[in-house]
């Protein structure tokens, strides 16, 4: 028995762990953009965008980091139930920092200068992306507020998801670089967008097998 009790420890944080990994490459990459904006670095061609306009970059930088390090460990069961306490502050404040990052990110997509490729299609996505997220995270709060347990869990969920597509995304475009070479525009764009299809779909997926699924009214 206690070995089962122990497995069922590990497994409980097999999720919250590989959600985390699946940030690393994002956080990292934030985490070096926020060094250059407030270290002083040389201002160059490539970086100059985010150097016209850093709050809106750091806001989303800190927020998305945050949301997504903190919020894998609401998926962790056995710890959620342990400290309930611990997760609804958590949770109201990672609503919080989901908005910073959904609202910073349809900022940047509308107003911020975007490099070559990064409008038309994929501007699309970012919008798309950025809304549901915010449409999910509002949702899931007034769920919660009526006591609608399983209505929050799922929308929180697909909230998560949309979120954490910026991990997905390190995962398309490494595979596609790997086999075929650095993506044209429009292939970048697709892959980008098909990291969101299937955060999506695999939260949609879960949502279904544990019976979350309810509609939005």
Not at 16 to 22: D, E
Not at 41 to 65: C, D, K
Not at 114 to 124: A, E, F
Not at 163 to 183: D, L, M, N, R
Request: no cysteine.
């Amino acid at each position: 028995m206690p070995e089962d009790l122990a497995a069922a420890r590990r497994t409980s944080w097999l999720v919250p762990a590989g959600l985390i990994a699946l940030s690393f490459v994002p956080l990292l990459a934030g985490g070096i953009r926020l060094t250059e904006l407030t270290g002083g670095a040389e201002i160059t061609q490539a970086n100059a965008r985010f150097f016209a306009a850093p709050a809106p970059v750091v806001a989303h930088i800190v927020a998305v980091s945050v949301y997504s390090a903190v919020g894998a460990f609401q998926f962790a069961p056995r710890f959620r139930r342990r400290r309930r306490g611990w997760h609804r502050a958590a949770g109201r404040a990672l609503v919080g920092f989901g908005l910073v990052a959904a609202l910073s990110g349809l900022w940047m997509t509308a107003f911020a200068e975007l490099p070559p490729g990064d409008d038309g299609l994929l501007s699309v996505f970012r919008w798309v992306a950025g809304t549901a997220m915010l449409g999910s995270l509002v949702l899931g709060f007034v769920a919660v507020r009526r006591g609608e347990v399983r209505r929050h869990r799922a929308w929180m969920m697909r909230a998560y998801a949309i979120g954490a597509g910026a991990g997905t995304q390190a995962v398309t475009q490494g595979v596609w670089i790997a086999a075929a070479g650095e993506p044209d525009h429009l292939t970048r764009a697709l892959l980008l967008g098909a990291a969101w299809a299937i955060n999506a779909a695999v939260a949609e997926a879960i949502i279904r097998r544990r019976g979350w699924r309810v509609s939005a009214a």
